[in-house]
C-alpha cells in the first residue's frame, strides 16, 4: 500500500529557530506536494516537485528520489509560521491523486 | 487565489437526511477532487473527476455519489447521511492529473 509518513507530529520552536519538518513515501512517486493548513482551516499548496530544490521565501522544499524521502525547511521562523504542514505523494499511474500525510503542527512562540 | 467556491460553508442534518455539497470553480480546471479530513487521519480521497460526466472513485468513497455536469460543478451527495460521515469536506482542482491542486475553504459537515 501506498504510503506517506511524516515526522515529527507536533514541534515546538521559537521564534528565529530553523526548522526542518520530514517527509516518507514507498516506491514509486512521480512528485511530492506539501502543503500549509491555517489555524482556520484554510489549505494552500506550497510546492510541488519531483526533484532537486524549491525555495520561496523563508520556505525550502527538498527531496532525494534514491531515498524516498522529502523535507520542508523554515527558516528564520515567526510566529505566523504557525500551521500544520502536510506532504502528498502522487504516485504513478494514480491519474495525479494525493496520497497525504497526516500533517505535522507547528507552533513558532514568539 | 485559485476561484474556488465551497457550498455550504456549515451544515448540521440528521441520520438518514440527504445531503448534497457544491464545489464551483472559475478556473476553468479539468479535474476536480473531493476529499474529507478528519482527526487522526490525513485528508482522504472520496471521488475525483477528470471531466464533465468523467469520475471516479477514491479511497472512501462508500456512501457518497457525485455528480459533474458542467467544468465548473462538482456536487457530492450522501444519499442518506450517517454520523460517520461527520467531517470536513473540501473541494480541490487542478489543471491536470499529477498537477499543483487549489483547494476550497471546506465545508464542516455534523451529521446527529
Known amino acids: 500500500k501506498n504510503e506517506v509518513e511524516q515526522s515529527p507530529q507536533n514541534l515546538t520552536a521559537q521564534e528565529g529557530e530553523f526548522i526542518t519538518i520530514n517527509c516518507s513515501y514507498s516506491?514509486?512517486?512521480?512528485?511530492l506536494h506539501w502543503l500549509q493548513q491555517h489555524p482556520g482551516g484554510g489549505i494552500v499548496s506550497l510546492f510541488m516537485?519531483?526533484?532537486g530544490k524549491k525555495k520561496h521565501g523563508r520556505l525550502i522544499a527538498t527531496i532525494n528520489i534514491q531515498e524516498k524521502h522529502s523535507s520542508l525547511h523554515i527558516t528564520a521562523s515567526h510566529p505566523r509560521d504557525s500551521a500544520v504542514y502536510i506532504c502528498?505523494?502522487?504516485?504513478?499511474?494514480?491519474?495525479?491523486?494525493?496520497?497525504f500525510g497526516k500533517g505535522t503542527k507547528l507552533s513558532v512562540k514568539p | 487565489d485559485a476561484g474556488i467556491t465551497q457550498s455550504p460553508r456549515h451544515k448540521v442534518t440528521e441520520t438518514g437526511t440527504p445531503v448534497t455539497l457544491r464545489c464551483h470553480q472559475t478556473?476553468?480546471?479539468?479535474?476536480m477532487y473531493w476529499y474529507r479530513q478528519d482527526p487522526g487521519h490525513g485528508l482522504r480521497l472520496i471521488h475525483y473527476?477528470?471531466?464533465?460526466?468523467?469520475?471516479d472513485k477514491g479511497e472512501v468513497s462508500d456512501g457518497y455519489s457525485v455528480s459533474r455536469s458542467k467544468t465548473e460543478d462538482f456536487l457530492l451527495t450522501l444519499e442518506s447521511a450517517t454520523s460517520s460521515q461527520t467531517s470536513v469536506y473540501f473541494c480541490?482542482?487542478?489543471?491536470?492529473?499529477?498537477?499543483?491542486?487549489?483547494f476550497g475553504a471546506g465545508t464542516r459537515l455534523s451529521v446527529l
Open positions: 473527476s477528470y471531466g464533465v460526466k468523467d469520475t
Open positions: 516537485l519531483s526533484s
Open positions: 478556473e476553468n480546471h479539468r479535474y
Open positions: 516506491v514509486g512517486i512521480s512528485a
Open positions: 480541490a482542482i487542478s489543471e491536470q492529473g499529477g498537477y499543483i491542486q487549489y
Open positions: 502528498a505523494a502522487i504516485y504513478g499511474g494514480s491519474q495525479g491523486n494525493l496520497i
